[in-house]
């Protein structure tokens, strides 16, 4: 396995080459999953429904088919804003593909025979068909889904130039990207901005970061020239102290991104500069794993809960559960849940880290630090969708606001749902952070952990965990 790196060497990509989106960056995240899953289920659907009508049950050798299929046509292709032409073509191309696979398998394991006739040659037009049909009802019922998720995100664009100006236009007349454009940040006098009477303006560049900070932008494009390196350098920085995703529409040569590659935006290419790793398919996946891990794990360690928290209340005074506020995904506050540990339950703004001998913390909680039993309950933060198993720890909001003004990118590791453990806590910055040095470190590894993330690490760094809550006492 790869280790995660601590810098990306880009190559150059030009803006005008031909990219494939891996994921629409200005999509719903929901309508994202159901476009991954559309063209097999129907696939599937279709197989069962010709199954049932022509030999009324079925059986295991379609089963098992069924698995097969879906497997080979998952993740569905992102084809909702594809003209008619290319959907009907890329439908049938990908279906033939999938279909000769399956005809080849079972001629080649002298299996075909196992499968009625009838029910292939029906399903070779049935599958396509049904994909066809449900990709232009998708079309229909895309605007409301986007709707489910809530507020559209917040977007500006800086430099109001002709890329700029098509980029606004396409956000403008796509109904389901969830994208608001707020508007322009551009230097340039008004006479040499493309379309400045069509389109607001809401300040210059060096305004950009305050903006975006005081308003909650989620999404910032830069449409700016290669002649601007200086200055789109300088634009970064100020940028990381946000959790705002950052996208290059011009073509440019970067070495330090967050989850960078070429993708598209309402058929734009565009260069992603500081994003989340979970997208699309990726943060289904991420997702659904965190569910089904942390529902398992309450269900086995219920019985510990239980005794954790009548320890907790018969050995100090005060609550058995301590409740403190945090910073979440793109810095909103959230309410962690924690084991008392302590003789306080400080939530200020000032709140002092625990250190070594710290005479707040209590005989049994001591032990459950050392052994980070405390953090149990955050696994019900999983279940709400404030938390991910893996991911970078929340640090106290007073930690925060004091850490974001000395740590360059320290804002960027919001980009993600924070974790009840993460790559920082298995490679020895677990515990007391009592100089900036270490604070750096640990920030180093949660952006590591963005640019290199997978399942399999995730499923690493639980292993890693496991094993430091036996031998590990830096935690105090």
Known sequence: MTEPRSALQIPHVPAHTSVASAAALAQSRLLAAVEAILEPVCIVLSLWVLVLMFEGTIGSSWLVASVVAFALAFPGRRLLRSAPRKVLGSILMAWAWTAGLLLAMGFATDQIHLFSTEVIVHWLWLAPASQLVTHWALRSVAPHLVRLQGPAQRAVVVGLNEQGSMLADRLSDTPYTGVKLLGFFDDREPERQVGHERHRMLGRIPELAAYVKANRVQLIYLSLPMASQKRIKELLDALKDTTASVYFVPDMFVTDLIQGRPDMVCGMPVISVCETPFRGPAGVLKWMSDIVLASIILVLISPILLGIA?????????????????????????????????????????????????????????????????????????????????????????????????????????????????????????????????????????????????????????????????KDSSAY
């Open 310 to 470: 009548i320890a907790v209340k018969l050995t100090s005074r005060g609550p058995a559960i301590f409740r403190q506020r945090r910073y979440g995904l793109d810095g909103e506050q959230i309410i962690v849940y924690k084991f008392r540990s302590m003789t306080v339950a400080e939530d200020g703004d000032k709140v002092q880290q625990a250190t070594k001998g710290d005479a707040r913390i209590t005989r049994l909680g001591a032990f459950l630090r050392r052994t980070s039993l405390d953090e149990l309950p955050q696994f019900i933060n999983v279940l709400q969708g404030r938390m991910s198993i893996v991911g970078p720890r929340p640090h106290a909001v007073s930690h925060n606001e004091m850490y974001r003004g000395l740590i360059k990118s320290y804002m960027v590791r919001h980009k993600v749902r924070p974790g009840i453990t993460g790559w920082a806590q298995v490679n020895g910055f677990r515990g007391e952070t009592d100089s900036l040095d270490k604070m750096e470190g640990r920030i180093r590894m949660d952006l590591d952990y963005l640019r290199s993330w997978s399942l399999r690490l995730d499923m690493r760094i639980i292993l890693r965990t496991i094993r430091l809550v036996f």
